[in-house]
């Protein structure tokens, strides 16, 4: 009877948690605090607030400090602190950063292993810890979770022993399209009962829209493009009009050819990028009916939310700006215009998560990123955050979104290209040809042709 009183009890302290296993050298180890710093830029703390205490839940070890940065100076306040090893360990960089960014980042490792917090016991709840190796994501799975541009943008030859092998080098949660804005008034003053599915009938209706003054200065605006400086991602505007004409961007090695005519085109009269920097330009050109742009007008942004602009071409994250500074504005959001008979072909404009090559805490890092970019969890964050999905497996269910419909509608055709190592130099030279052009400086042919040559010289 006393030996079976006895197995009772250690049964019952057993099943209660009172008797715990041993803990083994690797998980104390493992299982050290661990401080990640986490720098990005347009999302405040909240956004990621739930995210990482949802990550505590199984790692509460990881402390994880988020800290946002203002666009202008994110760049210069990263490369300064990286090189000073003060760095973060994971941060955000542009989708046309990446290959520019390379040797300064971390490649997702194929599996990590880590120590994860399970509770145990039915009676008394017990703390215990196990270690896990898991595969991470792999090519396939990001070639089959997320669209097509991210494969492209993400993965990079590494070098090893072997060779060289394809490797991930970040993560985006959200990827932005470039749309239509338009003003719901001023189109239906003009008789225009719905905004343009393609360019040849834009130019038509800009001319309807766009009202001068005696003195020939523009009162309102058709579109708020055709200029540089004053027109809000000018680059991304000219880039898909020449991308939708047929234009090849880059060549295989990342050097500019946009103003080449590509081999299949081959039989048309000038490369289509010429076409499409003048089209462009046409918009600012006072010799052209659809003059609606000059230099002297306001920034594009202000110029719609004043009114002043029927349409504009921009991104999702415009959306809360217009809202919050012209609640009475009555305005719309369509897909871009296309050209008709023409493919399909948007823009695409987003952020990576990436970790830094200097990191301590590598598998840490890139468990974190792979967390927050897994559809459950990520999902949270794009309903928080209002964005458009870089996931295929959200685009019809974000399709349902009012607001995000014209978005997320655009991500399976959308586009980007390689700018070279400097991409912010790249657009400048981009923005340049354009003054160029609108200035008289140089013919079309020419400005392409030194754009081009600026381009390459980042690379």
């Known amino acids: 009877m006393k030996k079976i009183l006895i197995l009772s009890i250690l049964a019952a302290l057993t099943m209660s948690g009172a008797l715990c296993k041993t803990t083994s050298k ?4 493992a299982t050290k605090p661990v ?6 830029v347009f999302d ?3 956004a990621f607030t739930d995210l990482i205490a949802e990550y505590n839940k199984v790692h509460p070890n990881v402390n994880i400090t988020y800290r946002k940065l203002r666009y202008d100076e994110f760049e210069k306040k990263l490369l300064e602190a990286m090189a000073e090893d003060r760095g973060p360990d994971i941060f955000s960089i542009h989708n046309t950063w990446v290959r520019g960014y390379q040797s300064k980042l971390l490649s997702l490792p194929e599996s990590i292993s880590l120590p994860y917090r399970t509770i145990q016991g039915t009676i008394k ?3 215990v ?4 190796n898991k595969k991470s994501l792999s090519l396939r799975d990001l070639k089959t979770q997320f669209i097509d541009q991210v494969y492209d943008d993400v993965v990079l030859p590494e070098a090893n022993e072997k060779g060289t092998a394809n490797k991930i080098y970040g993560l985006p949660l959200s990827v932005d399209t470039l749309v239509l804005f338009y003003n719901k008034e001023l189109l239906n003053a003009a008789g225009i009962p719905e905004p343009a599915k393609d360019w040849q009938t834009l130019q038509e209706q800009v001319k309807k829209l766009t009202k001068q003054n005696t003195e020939g200065d523009i009162i309102t605006s058709g579109i708020a493009m055709g200029a540089a400086n004053n027109v809000d991602r000018a680059m991304d505007i000219l880039s898909v009009l020449m991308m939708q004409n047929g234009t090849k961007m880059a060549n295989d090695g990342g050097a500019a050819t946009f103003n080449v005519l590509p081999e299949e085109l081959q039989g048309r009269t000038s490369p289509p990028g010429i076409e499409a920097l003048t089209f462009y ?3 600012a050109s006072p010799q052209k009916e659809v003059y609606s742009w000059n230099e002297t007008m306001p920034n594009s942004l202000d110029a719609f939310i004043q ?5 504009m071409l921009s991104y999702s994250y415009n959306l809360p700006i217009i809202r919050a500074r012209a609640p009475k504005l009555n305005f719309g959001v369509a897909k871009i215009p296309q050209i008709s008979g023409n493919k399909e072909i948007n823009y695409a404009n987003y952020w990576v998560e990436t970790v830094s090559k200097k990191t301590i805490h590598p598998n840490e890092a890139w468990d974190f990123i792979q967390f927050i970019a897994n559809t459950q969890n990520v999902e949270k964050y794009l309903t928080k955050t209002k964005k458009p999905t870089a996931l295929r497996s959200l685009v019809q269910k974000q399709s349902e979104d009012i607001d995000l419909y014209p978005f997320v509608s655009q991500l399976l055709t959308a586009k980007s290209w390689y700018k070279g190592k400097n991409a912010t ?3 400048d030279a981009m923005k340049q040809m354009i003054t160029e052009v609108i200035r008289g400086t140089y013919t079309i042919p020419e400005a392409i042709n030194l754009g081009v040559q600026k381009v390459n010289q980042t690379l």
């Open 26 to 29: 690797e998980i104390t180890e």
């Open 35 to 40: 401080q990640l710093v986490y720098w990005r």
């Open 44 to 46: 405040d703390s909240d």
């Open 125 to 127: 709840k017990d703390v």
């Open 129 to 132: 810890w196990e270690m896990q």
């Open 281 to 283: 330009t046409d918009f």
């Open 307 to 311: 009114g002043k602009a029927a349409y």
């Open 425 to 427: 130099a790249a657009e």
